[in-house]
């Protein structure tokens, strides 16, 4: 171990270490010089610190973000402080001159370091708030994921509230074993599943979930029988709405202060009391968002993960860690089991399936047939009607009176891919898409009597004119879910319309007959399920410029098709010959996500591979390449232009891009993922060294490649 400078020496990056007086008292574990006299030395003077007795030497996580930096480093121990210096607490030490946080790892009785140590400053609370399976699970994902110790700790700690702290523990409340299997009936292998976490082991399945509203209870009955073999359960789903379905499913089979929910939108103060009744073990049921996978659960034994395909799983703080792999690599450490479930499969999942590491869960053909909705593809033009209203609604016959058959017993959902009134604009004439003509992005409309303005800048194009003919009038190339929902008001008069999307998202709808036009992941559920589905413009989402597009698609259909009743109508503005139109029609996720991964791993792209992404200038990446001992196979593809919008401008073109930065991604076989990840590591840290002007953003398996 080393020091950050007890001794006079030079860290790159820090600047010069004062050097220490030399009246400081000896290290721990050797016993004092004698004088000339052949005496010891005299007690220190008053106001000198001593080391503690024991295990003086403290092993510290200090909070420093350069790369070269990712170690820890000792300190001495003041005697004064020797009772709160407990493993795991919270502590202020002096670092290059500053005071700093960290997080005390372990204490010692000497050190490597072969210079003089510096003292602690202080402990800022003695509350262990750092469990060592939590140390050492940050650790392993800090390396997986090519970051730092300490980064990986201030997603994994919430920040202190010393008037919360100081509030007393609660009590455990005992909990006895629920009858029968409940939800987990309708799947051949759930009882056996429920009776090897009742029994104290480990299995491990990916589940495909019924479509329906039961999903929330089948996790609780999972948690509460876990909990019932004295073991702890830990669920991490997408969003807060799921975070509130699942809770209450929980409500109602544990009872009150069994479990606690944790997610964002709680008061700083709120989630840490919630946070230390877990780590206190006053509770052993957890259910949150994705930073809730970090939560130091006593005794671990099911890690749950709902929709592991979601895009909002992957935490957007470096290192970017994915719920699932941490999930995964806490399984594993605990010897706990691991369920991974939604209502689709993605190809992670099934690549866990494929080697062995985890079981298909999932029910007979003839019960998915019993609850599935009835899907029926049409085309976006050959199948306009005459009905003046319909076509003003820009649906397709058979969509239309699906609609309007099915407004009579209840709502019907309307799933529109882009969010906004008129998201992008082309000429009248022509059709040259309308650009603005300070900074070329794409122009777009709020509403129907607004005046186009860009996107990206926010200038107004009042006086815009086609580059090409010189026309003035535009087109909508793009319909958002404002202006579908204004269409679907005229086509379907005295019907009330409801939106739920960024802007304002409906949680929950009453069974009256009503029109919800949403945006994939902002459907709410609809009390008695919907009487019917429209799922608007596939081609918006089938055609992106983007690996995952097929299974995103299929993602996003199914979870909106799973919220209408058993063999409800749902019509999909898609051509049926299509693999994911089929797999939606079939309700095959399984199928269609082994086929896509097996075309993966024909042309060699996640997760049949491991992959990298480097983002920064092309010096900078050049730089970073040079520098990493990158392992035997190691592929460089790239770098390009990266397409990116002014921050908070929305989405950029294809074509064009920021020419400052470019993006390169880096390909190995998937047992060469831990080389990649730690010769990237070392890389940054040498250029951390030499005082890089220019930091590489480096994203191991990223979600978007393209």
């Not at 929980?250 to 103060?269: F, I, Q, Y």
């Not at 985890?358 to 029926?376: C, F, Q, T, Y």
């Not at 709502?411 to 604009?425: E, S």
Request: proline share 10%.
């Amino acid at each position: 171990m080393t020091n950050d400078g007890g001794a006079a020496e030079l860290i790159p990056g820090l600047g010069d270490i004062v050097p220490v007086p030399a009246a400081k008292p000896a290290r721990p574990g050797r016993p004092a010089k004698p004088t000339k006299a052949g005496k010891p030395r005299k007690t220190p003077k008053k106001g000198v610190r001593v080391p503690a007795e024991t295990l003086p030497v403290a092993r510290i996580a200090v909070d420093v973000a350069l790369p070269h930096l990712d170690r820890p480093f000792d300190y001495l121990i003041p005697a004064e402080l020797a009772d709160k210096a407990v493993p795991g607490c919270r502590v202020r030490v002096r670092f290059a001159g500053k005071l700093v946080d960290g997080f005390l790892l372990e204490r010692a009785g000497e050190s490597d370091h072969e210079g003089t140590l510096r003292f602690l400053e202080r402990v800022t609370s003695p509350e262990p708030v750092l469990a060592p399976e939590i140390a050492a699970l940050a650790r392993e994902v800090a390396d997986r994921y090519a970051g730092s110790l300490y980064d990986v700790l201030r997603l994994a700690i919430p920040p202190r509230h010393a008037r919360v702290e100081a509030e007393p523990p609660g009590e455990r409340l005992e909990y006895e074993a629920p009858g029968g299997p409940g939800p987990w009936a309708d799947y051949p292998a759930g009882p056996s599943f429920l009776a090897a976490l009742g029994e104290r082991r480990a299995p491990r399945a990916v589940w495909s979930a019924l479509p329906g509203p039961a999903w929330p209870a089948a996790m609780a009955r999972a948690a509460a029988v876990t909990l019932a073999g004295g073991r702890g359960a830990l669920v991490v789903v997408a969003d807060w709405r799921d975070v509130a379905r699942v809770d209450e499913a929980l409500t109602a089979e544990l009872g009150e202060g069994r479990h606690v929910a944790l997610t964002a939108d709680l008061k700083p103060s709120e989630r840490y009391r919630r946070w230390l009744t877990i780590l206190r073990g006053t509770v052993r049921v957890v259910v949150g968002t994705r930073a809730a996978m970090f939560a130091p659960v006593h005794d671990l034994g099911l890690t749950v993960l709902w929709d592991d395909g979601d895009d909002v799983h992957p935490d957007p703080h470096a290192p970017y860690p994915h719920p699932r792999e941490v999930l995964a690599l806490r399984a594993h450490r605990a010897g706990a089991a691991a369920l991974i479930g939604g209502f689709t499969r993605t190809t992670e999942a099934t690549q866990l399936v494929e080697s062995g590491w985890a079981h298909a869960l999932a029910a007979d053909r003839v019960r998915i047939r019993e609850l599935m909705p009835r899907i029926g593809p049409v085309g976006d033009d050959a199948e306009l009607p005459k009905d003046a209203a319909a076509r003003s609604a820009r649906l397709p016959n058979v969509a239309f009176q699906a609609a309007r058959r099915a407004l009579e017993e209840g709502p019907v959902l309307v799933q529109v891919p882009r969010r906004g009134y008129l998201p992008a604009l082309a000429c009248g004439r022509c059709r040259t898409q309308a650009h603005c003509t300070a900074c070329q992005g794409p122009l777009a409309l709020q509403s129907s009597h607004a005046t186009p303005y860009c996107r990206w800048c926010g200038r107004i194009a009042g006086d815009w004119r086609c580059p090409e003919c010189g026309h003035i009038h535009i087109r909508a190339i793009v319909v958002g879910a404002k202006r579908t929902a204004e269409e679907l008001g005229r086509a379907f008069p005295g019907v009330p319309v409801k939106t739920s999307g960024r802007d304002a998202i409906l949680d929950r709808i009453g069974p009256q007959r009503a029109l919800v036009v949403a945006t994939p992941g902002a459907e709410p559920v609809a009390d008695e399920g919907y009487a019917a589905a429209l799922l608007l413009d596939g081609w918006a989402l089938l055609g992106r410029a983007d690996l995952r597009a097929g299974e995103e698609t299929l993602r996003r259909w199914m979870n909106a098709a799973a919220l209408v009743r058993p063999a409800g109508p749902v019509v999909v503005s898609a051509d049926g010959s299509l693999p994911a139109v089929q797999a939606l029609i079939r309700w095959d996720p399984v199928t269609f996500a082994e086929r896509e991964l097996a075309e993966r791993r024909e042309v060699g792209f996640p997760p049949a591979v491991r992959m990298a992404s480097l983002t920064a200038s092309p010096a900078a990446i050049r730089g970073l390449l040079s520098d990493a001992r990158l392992p035997e196979g190691a592929e460089v593809l790239g770098p390009v232009p990266v397409s990116a919008p002014a921050p908070g401008q929305g989405p950029a073109p294809q074509e064009g891009g920021d020419p400052e930065r470019e993006r390169a991604l880096v390909r190995v076989p998937r047992a060469a993922g831990v080389p990649l990840a730690r010769a990237l590591k070392e890389a940054q840290g040498v250029r951390s060294a030499r005082k890089a002007d220019e930091y590489v953003r480096v994203q191991i398996d990223p979600l978007e490649l393209l």
